[in-house]
């Protein structure tokens, strides 16, 4: 059964307090043919808050399924997705932050769940300890604030009875906080609010999750035309310009299918054939 024949006239319950409907379901209506996209307004916050009040226990896409089994659980039909984010450093760089975004779809009616994962540094997050109002302006004028929301609590880490400040968006609030909590802690933390309506630039990446994911829900798989015929990893090896030999760079990409397990190896989708002699470990040691 197609990508066409699976979900098209469907409609699919989005479940988010936090308006991600607005960067997930354009491109999935699109590709999918489905009748429209609702909102399944899930208490999501309760599978865990960036803010701390609340622990994930899940892993992220675990935690997405939830949501997702939630929404169809609350207010019923049998197709729903979710999201769930993650800002971890990223390993060759640790002093960047990586944000990690899982799409996950329920298909009740099929029986079926699909997942995708999304990575980038592009979106934004920062956080620091300050001891003054002067130092939490100093920060402040580093940031895309107000774009960006804030949260200001007593300690990086959250303690229970510990106010929190979330969406922070202007210097009037955001001054009022941090006096607040001076006066009472000598202290505060500071940091980018990252749930996506106070985040615009985690919403762009959820936006770029949505494109990705409804592209490979859409492509069927050659041998049993079932849906979501997704890449699955890559394999390094691309040849050296210079010398010939196999790199770590990436030579081609494989797809593969859930349901009858064939699987395809495609080349590289730029048509690069060759790496810089560079970052060759033979021509350049």
């Not at 997705?81 to 009616?109: H, K």
Request: hydrophobic residues 40%; aromatic residues 6%; proline residues 8%.
């Amino acid at each position: 059964m197609g990508a066409p024949a699976t979900f098209a006239g469907r409609v699919l319950s989005i479940a988010t307090l936090h308006g991600k409907e607005r960067a997930l379901a354009p491109a999935l209506t699109a590709a999918l043919g489905l009748e429209r996209c609702v909102v399944a307004a899930v208490d999501t916050d309760r599978f865990g808050a960036f803010s701390g009040e609340i622990t994930r226990v899940l892993e992220p896409r675990a935690a997405a399924e939830a949501k997702a089994r939630a929404a169809l659980a609350e207010f019923g039909g049998d197709l729903a997705l979710a999201s769930e984010g993650s800002f971890v450093p990223y390993p060759p760089a640790p002093l960047l932050t990586l944000d990690e975004e899982w799409l996950v779809l329920v298909d009740a009616r099929h029986g079926r769940v699909f997942a995708h994962r999304h990575a980038t540094l592009e979106a934004v997050f920062a956080g620091r300890r300050c001891t003054s109002l002067e130092a939490l302006l100093e920060f402040v004028r580093t940031q895309p604030f107000p774009e960006h929301s804030l949260v200001l609590r007593p300690r990086e880490r959250w303690s229970t009875g510990h106010p929190v400040s979330k969406g922070v968006r202007s210097r009037e609030e955001l001054e009022l906080a941090a006096q607040a909590l001076l006066a009472r802690f000598g202290e505060l933390w500071v940091e980018t609010d990252l749930r996506a309506h106070h985040n615009p630039t985690r919403m762009r990446a959820i936006a770029a999750a949505a494109s990705e994911f409804a592209a490979e829900l859409a492509t069927p798989c050659p041998r049993c035309a079932a849906p979501h015929f997704r890449i699955a990893r890559s394999l390094p090896g691309l040849p050296c310009s210079g010398c010939g030999e196999p790199t770590d760079w990436v030579r081609a990409r494989v797809r593969a299918c859930d349901p009858c397990g064939h699987e395809l190896e495609l080349p590289r989708p730029d048509g690069r054939t060759a790496a810089d002699p560079g970052s060759c470990g033979a021509c350049n040691p």
